[in-house]
């Protein structure tokens, strides 16, 4: 299997995150796709290739022109305003209050995120536009035939919305990948998100649309971030009525309980007739992940890559998060051994 990978991602190094009350260092770090990477070599997975370039227009599919526009400029004008320590937002909109781009950074940081652990640092920008490229040659890569690509993302993606951040994601590289096997042909699409926090950015994007399925197994919202997304009831809106399905789990979730679940998704996404599949690959469902509470084992991830296989779709794995970082090479690569095995 290919592998598309930049190293352009290592300048998004952010020093901290709001993690219990406290600023502590931002889990979400360089050395997560360094080991990725390595594993990969390590185990003659296949070749790693670079991404090539797209531009922005293909991100424009799925994001806000504004937006895109405001993460281009936004460490310069934070530079200017603060000096050059990593942005982070500290205030939001809340029912009530009224939804008005404000001139400030501060104001225009809260605008358009969601949370208080994703910084925006001096290497952010060029690391989400390569991301997104990464995403882009791996699904490039399907649409000429590939039975399964790689694309080793970092920063992720999925927390994503249409003009907003947040859970370390700025683009959703896994919804511009759908976008783009769309805009290449493929008629149905279905992303199915097995990281284990809520995609909640790729949900949104695509809720009122039938064209692309999205299914997600994560760690219930009434007891886990992203809180506010990711309920069972969740079924899609308009045309997209049908196309959304939900699989909340408690903490505590072992790969039995937890593979009942994948049955069901496999089985609606079966049923929708996709063309292709994206599979949001996070690996914080690892029973060593410090933010996460499910208990997957390291083999468990061979057996969830033999599954994604038995679905017979051209598949794109795009990966998500993982923050047990010794173990996240292992983890990641095992579900994409069990794929080509
Ligand atoms: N104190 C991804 O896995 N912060 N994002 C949790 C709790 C948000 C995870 C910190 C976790 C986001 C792509
Ligand atoms: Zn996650």
Redesign the pocket.
Not at 17 to 20: M, W
Not at 155 to 159: I, R, Y
């Given at each position: 299997m290919i592998t598309v990978y930049s190293d352009d991602h290592v300048g998004h190094d952010g020093k901290a995150?709001?993690?219990?009350g406290k600023l502590v260092p931002s889990?979400?770090m360089p050395r997560r796709a360094a080991l990725v990477l390595a594993r990969v070599q390590e185990t003659g997975l296949g070749p790693v290739m670079p991404p090539k370039l797209f531009g922005l227009d293909p991100v424009r599919r799925v994001h806000a022109a504004d937006y895109v526009a405001f993460l281009e400029g936004a460490w310069d004008a934070w530079v200017a305003e603060h000096g050059p320590w990593d942005a982070l937002p500290f205030t939001w909109i809340a029912p009530g209050m009224r939804r008005v781009v404000p001139d400030h950074i501060d104001g225009k940081l809260g605008y358009y995120s969601f949370?208080a652990?994703t910084p925006i640092t001096a290497g952010t920008w060029r690391a989400v536009r390569a991301a997104a490229d990464v995403a882009l040659t791996g699904a490039e890569l399907i649409v000429r035939g590939e039975r399964g690509a790689f694309a080793l993302c970092r920063?992720?993606?999925?927390?994503a919305h249409r003009a907003c951040y947040?859970?370390?994601?700025f683009f959703n590289n896994a919804a511009i990948a759908a976008q783009a096997l769309r805009d290449a042909g493929a008629e149905r699409v279905a992303v199915l998100d097995i990281?284990?926090?809520h995609g909640n950015g790729t949900q949104d994007i695509f809720y009122d649309r039938g064209d692309v399925l999205f299914v997600s197994l994560h760690a219930d919202p009434v007891q886990e971030?992203?809180y506010f997304l990711g309920f069972a009831d969740e079924t899609g809106t308009g045309a997209g009525e049908g196309a959304n399905a939900n699989y909340p789990l408690p903490f505590g979730t072992d790969f039995a309980a937890w593979s009942e679940a994948l049955a069901h998704a496999l089985a609606r996404i079966a049923a929708f007739g996709a063309e292709a599949l994206v599979v949001s690959l996070?690996v914080?469902t690892f029973k060593g992940d410090p933010?996460?509470r499910f208990r997957l084992d390291s083999p468990d991830y061979t057996a969830i890559g033999e599954r994604l296989a038995a679905a017979g779709l051209p598949t794109l794995f795009v990966m998500?998060?993982?923050?047990a970082v010794e173990a996240i090479g292992l983890n990641a690569v095992n579900v994409l051994q069990g794929f080509r095995a």
């Open positions: 995150e709001l993690h219990d889990f979400e949370d652990g920063p992720p993606g999925h927390h947040g859970g370390y994601c990281d284990c926090h971030y992203p996070g914080d933010i996460s998500e998060g993982g923050y």
